[in-house]
């Protein structure tokens, strides 16, 4: 067990500064503007923390549009402008990976191709 966590941090890079600063602003407005739901609110911050990590990609396969709009408006940013494209983690995610392997992203976003396990994260490969 310990072997696959020191795995899963190896790819994990550190927040450059501005990244940081970013977050930490993006978080207290958004704490500060919200009116709603806490949950919707927690589950936004939580999206904005695990995107760097995990990019843009599998953020936008494991939610449904709807949703993703909807934190991006707790939030105040748009996931394709702020995350990577893929973060240190994405290869973490098994329906991104099966998606890769399938070749065809945005079928599999849109729902025309069923994809098991897309909300799932396992060990980084070779864990």
Known sequence: ????????????????????????RIERQAITNFRGQLDEL??????????????????ILIHNKRTLRKYEDI???SVREFFPEEGPSASRSIGYQTVKKIGNFWKAVSGDIRVEGRREIGPTKGA
């Open 1 to 24: 067990m310990e072997d696959s966590i020191q795995k899963n941090l190896g790819p994990l890079t550190d927040r450059t500064a501005e990244q940081a600063a970013d977050l930490e």
């Open 42 to 59: 927690e589950t936004a911050l939580g999206m904005l923390r695990i995107g760097h990590h995990l990019g843009w990609r599998v953020l």
């Open 75 to 77: 939030l105040g940013i």
